[in-house]
């Protein structure tokens, strides 16, 4: 198996692979619950998580296999002063797989070059976070039956936004994508991912500040959290923070058939009332997420799932 850095790690066939998957997965249940039986995975987590780490943990435990790990760097020998290299070098004797979530851009591409067995990015820093695509991705096809040919606003913290980053990256290699940018201007998307853009010609963005002015113009609004963790200034956090609230007063603005994706957690970008409106689409994004996790890990530790026929040989 091989390790996942960023989704440019796996083709555009693997993901649809990966997406077709989690499907069947979702359906066969308990076929596919001894898939990765004598497996371990480990879950290194230098950030807070809730649903990355538990989802991933989960996803092993739900294939038959085993986890360790740490949450909170604290308690393990990175408190002393340990390398990445070294712990990925020493946990690759104990397991099959590695998930890691580190606040430095680059940790888990450290990580996997030390490593022995593949190394899944977790999140790293404000750059990218390729398993949330994947949940995103899902999320999309369940919603439009396609993940193309969709105008998608990413609203908030368009420069720290890892999830931001994975997604854009990943949309722009499927094609046919007009994203439309909301952002404070001290948030803006950083150019490397809009040279991803203007370097795929059937794709498009415009930047804004507005949501109100072009929230119905949008297929899909992915909104996110401003990114305290990121800022060097508690000032320009608690100034930036709640510039956008999404509520259903903007909500009746929006296509009926909008889809709401959020990454979760929020603090208040999405008024709680939104949840029970149909558009409203975060926690179906957390169950994809468990279900494309499941698929994934299973794929790259090189177990096959019962009864299950691949998708190419399916449009044969
Ligand atoms: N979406 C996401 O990464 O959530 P956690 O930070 O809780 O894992």
Known sequence: GKSVISLDDLSISQIRELLHKAQYIDSHRREVAHTCDGRVLATLFYEP??????????????????????????????SKGESIADTLKTVSNYVDVVAIRHPKEGAALVASRAASVPV???????????????????????????????????????????????????LCRFGNVHFVLIS????????????????TPSCSYTEVKDLVSVI???????????????????????????????????????KESMAVLHPLP????????????PRAAYFEQVKNGMLMRMALESSVVGDE???????????V
Do not use: W
Not at 137 to 156: E, K, N, Y
């Open 49 to 78: 998580s809730t649903r990355t780490r538990l989802s991933f943990e989960t996803a092993m435990l739900r294939l038959g296999g085993k986890v360790i790990g740490f949450a909170g760097s604290q308690l393990s020998s990175a």
């Open 120 to 170: 899944i990015n977790a999140g790293d820093g404000g750059h990218m976070h390729p398993t949330q695509t994947l949940a995103d991705l899902a999320t999309l096809q369940s919603r439009f039956g396609r993940v193309t040919d969709l105008t998608v606003g990413l609203c908030g913290d368009l420069m720290f936004g890892r999830t931001v980053h994975s997604l854009i990256e990943t």
């Open 266 to 277: 929020r603090i208040n970008e999405i008024a709680v009332e939104v949840d029970n409106d």
């Open 184 to 199: 404070p201007d001290e948030l803006k998307t950083p150019q490397y991912v809009l040279d991803r853009i203007d370097a």
């Open 305 to 315: 799932l019962p009864g299950y026929e691949p998708l190419e040989a399916k449009e």
């Open 216 to 254: 119905g113009d949008l297929d899909v609004l992915y909104m996110t959290r401003v990114q305290q963790e990121r800022f060097f200034n508690e000032d320009d956090y608690l100034r930036l923070r709640d510039t956008y609230i999404l509520d259903e007063d903007k909500l009746q603005l929006a």
